[in-house]
């Protein structure tokens, strides 16, 4: 599988460390080959909520305006492409379908591919311009998984709430992974830390 992950400048840098350091550890087997592609802010944004930079984490890292990057033209037959996170300006650009950076253009080519696309949005509150937006690149055939954790699983760390979106957006990617139990499993399932207080 081939696969691109886009990162924009939105807050939520923590959700593409935690996903390409998942990616890392999979098996040859099971890991999508991984390119990246970063918005003009998005290293600003990693630096500030992660630190250090998205490049040393050893994945191929393409520049916004490097129009040769392999994954600019549907001939490349890439599987998908990822946003995370994704930022409202991104998500207006895409749906409008101006491709005025890497970022852009990749998302473009997906949707006119008919290739997965899959954005997540942390944005809060949303104006009825983002939404509007938000189901403009839906119904153009993207699939948006907003960066918002769920509790069901009874995660106990940072960590934990981050994978509960990831393990979503994984399996819209066909990705494998055991980031977070489904609905109705309860192997390894935490104690209630709120059990003594009851």
């Known amino acids: 599988m081939k696969l691109v992950l886009g990162i924009s400048g939105a807050s939520g840098a923590p959700y593409a460390q935690r996903l390409l350091m998942h990616l890392a550890e999979l098996p040859p087997s099971a890991a999508p080959k991984v390119e990246l592609v970063l918005s003009r802010t998005a290293e600003q ?16 890292v393409y520049e916004a305006r490097d129009y040769l990057a392999p994954f600019a033209s549907g001939s490349a037959r890439y599987d998908a492409m ?8 991104c998500v207006a650009r895409i749906a409008h379908g ?3 950076d890497l970022l852009t253009r990749a998302a473009d080519v997906m949707l006119k591919e008919r290739r997965k696309l899959v954005l997540c949005p942390r944005e809060t509150p949303m104006s009825s311009i983002h939404l509007e937006n938000l189901l403009k690149v839906t119904r153009a055939g993207a699939t948006v998984i907003p960066a918002a954790p769920s509790f069901y699983s009874r995660p106990r760390s ?6 509960t979106v990831l393990a979503r957006v ?3 990617l066909d990705i494998p992974h055991t980031l977070s139990l489904r609905w109705g499993e309860t192997a390894g399932q935490p104690e209630d830390p709120f059990a003594k207080e009851k």
Not at 46 to 58: A, D, Y
Not at 82 to 89: V, Y
Request: proline share 8%.
């Open 98 to 100: 101006i491709s005025d």
């Open 82 to 89: 990822l946003i995370l996170p994704a930022s409202m300006s």
């Open 45 to 60: 944004v990693w630096e500030l909520e992660c630190g250090g930079s998205p490049r040393t984490l050893g994945f191929p």
């Open 170 to 172: 994984l399996d819209h």
């Open 158 to 163: 940072v960590e934990q709430l981050l994978d």
